[in-house]
């Protein structure tokens, strides 16, 4: 199939206000991992509904699985053709530190051709495409050549902690034949690709105290604990000198990539030294005999999210720490799982935490395994076709690098497959400052998923 002029004309005549639209979506202050974001979070929900409702879905409703709510809708008036489910999330990450913005982060700011805003690539562009094409189709030709139900999250940068009691508890109303997930990302600018595979996730949270309050490092220092220097020394224990992770049984169940992944890396001929000092980096810190896509896509990781404790404003005070405490995360490789993962991490620094010291781990997410579409997969292809036919150009698959909960949840949940169509781009800035997502992605992001429902279309 292909686009009906109706569409196309429909969406170049309304691209104005979309965006408008967008820019009052993206401002909302959507943030999930703070309470004091309830009322952001409440009125991102609220304006998806509604925009829902707006152009033509059906059912639409709040589905509540104990947490932030999701936000349903479906069209379901083409009998005998597939059924998708398309997904995306309105929640974000905080946008600290504050000084660091061009702009103010909820204030959506577009210069040189791009949209600055947090949210602005991941993962509300994407997700205002998604159904900005749903509502093309519905606007013109009065339905379209599938049937769609739509799901829009709120709990994405916390690990979708509920969306499994959601899955439970509306296994009927979400039953479809594959998930369309417009969070995930494109390589680079100018490169055709899809996502293939996702990164699982486990978290948690350390703090360590010595005493009861700080004190006055003269008149205690000596004989009391410091809780920041206990802190080092657990972190520092956590990698080898070649930045191999340290911690017995973290690479158990670790599964190599495949022939084809392999064949995906060479075909992308990546530019290693543009890609370090792009970012501002030097190479030297990647373990040693792993190749950097392999290191990107596939390989774990344990990273130091932040840490805090003691004194670090202006000038000097002398105190020794009572606390301190520290974030962690873990990205994982196939064949990991979360669970394990917290498991050994805590009892590598339990055993090396001195017996003066207390220490607190809190898993912080419920974790997320490593997904993979599989190669065969039919909607896979059909994303690629449409891929091709947007950009002129055949897509190499890419691994995403980040974690899409949802795929293994709904795997495991309601038996789908994930394959992704998103027009966020791998260098967005996304979950940093100055975030932004290109004016031109979304024209491109329109003209694929206009077309991918008449592709998805079984043929009459």
Not at 193 to 201: C, M
Request: glycine share 12%; hydrophobic share 40%; aromatic share 8%.
């Amino acid at each position: 199939m292909i686009v009906p002029d109706a569409v196309a004309t429909w969406v170049d005549a309304n691209r104005q206000r979309l965006l408008n639209e967008l820019l009052g979506f993206i401002a909302v202050p959507s943030i999930s991992t703070d309470p004091s974001y309830a009322e952001g979070i409440a009125r991102g929900a609220a304006l998806l509904r509604d925009r829902l409702v707006r152009i033509g879905m059906c059912d639409v409703q709040f589905l509540d699985g104990g947490g932030h709510p999701a936000v349903f809708g479906e069209w379901t008036g083409a009998p005998g053709q597939p059924t998708v489910l398309v997904y995306g999330h309105y929640d974000v990450q905080p946008p600290d530190p504050l000084e660091l913005w061009d702009t103010p982060p909820f204030e959506p700011t577009i210069r040189d051709g791009r949209i600055f805003a947090r949210g602005a690539s991941d993962d509300k562009s994407p997700l205002w495409i998604a159904v900005s094409g749903i509502e093309a189709w519905l606007a013109a030709e009065g339905g379209l050549p599938v049937n769609v139900k739509v799901l829009l999250e709120g709990e994405e940068e916390i690990g979708s902690r509920t969306l499994p009691e959601i899955f439970r508890r509306y296994r009927d109303l979400l039953a479809a034949d594959v998930l369309i997930s417009a969070d995930g990302g494109r390589w680079r600018p100018g490169r055709a690709s899809v996502n293939t595979n996702s990164r699982g996730l486990a978290g948690m949270e350390l703090r360590v105290r010595t005493a009861g309050h700080d004190l006055h490092s003269g008149r205690f220092g000596g004989p009391v604990g410091n809780a920041a220097m206990v802190l080092a020394r657990l972190l520092a224990s956590l990698h080898d000198e070649h930045n191999h992770v340290a911690v017995e049984g973290f690479f158990e169940g670790l599964q190599r990539p495949g022939n084809a992944d392999f064949t995906s890396m060479d075909e992308l001929a990546f530019d290693e030294t543009a890609f370090f000092a792009e970012i501002g980096a030097r190479p030297g810190a990647m373990e040693p005999g792993v190749r950097l896509l392999e290191s990107l896509w596939f390989r774990p990781t344990l990273e130091v999210n932040g840490i805090g404790g003691g004194y670090d404003g202006p000038g000097g005070k002398t105190v020794i720490p009572c606390q301190a405490r520290a974030k962690i995360t873990c990205r994982l490789g196939p064949g990991q799982k979360p669970a394990r993962i917290v498991e050994v991490l805590s009892a590598h620094l339990r055993e090396r935490c001195p017996g003066w010291a207390d220490l607190d781990i809190v898993s912080t997410r419920d974790g997320a395994d490593f997904y993979g579409v599989p190669e065969d997969d039919p909607f896979l292809a059909v994303i690629e076709r449409v891929v091709e036919a947007v950009h002129g150009q055949k897509p190499v698959r890419v691994g995403l690098g980040g974690t899409l909960p949802i795929s293994g949840m709904i795997k495991r949940g309601l038996g789908l497959e994930t394959v992704t169509l998103s027009y966020a781009t791998a260098d967005e800035n996304i979950h940093a400052p100055n975030e932004f997502f290109r004016l031109s992605s979304f024209d491109d992001g329109m003209r694929a998923w206009t077309l991918l429902f008449a592709e998805l279309a079984l043929p009459s």
